[in-house]
């Protein structure tokens, strides 16, 4: 299963403390993760695998919306950060759009993200 990760500047350390406090699940073989480019880079050094897209304001956002259309990431994992403004919030909107749409789980906090991450620990 692909899983995208995407966190805004603010809580790029978030997703990092995050992806840790999950490392057992997310290191089983059938998980996939995708990210954003410093996302991504992020949570490489973290000692994750990761498929690194695009930056967001770059496009990334966008990259990972296509593979939601075309049914490649099943899951998304976003930490927004509600308090600053971003100047790609169009492609940030198109991204949540696409993911309804499609009917892929979207967790754009951490307690969302736990929950999502502990229903697959029941599959």
Known sequence: MEVAIIAHDGKKADMVQF???NKSLLLKENIKIIATGTTGGRAEAAGFKVKKMLSGPLGGDAQIAARVAVGKTK????FKDPNSSHPHEADISMLIRICDVHNVPLATNEATAQLLLLGLDEL
């Open 75 to 78: 899951m998304v994992l976003f």
């Open 19 to 21: 992806l840790n406090k």
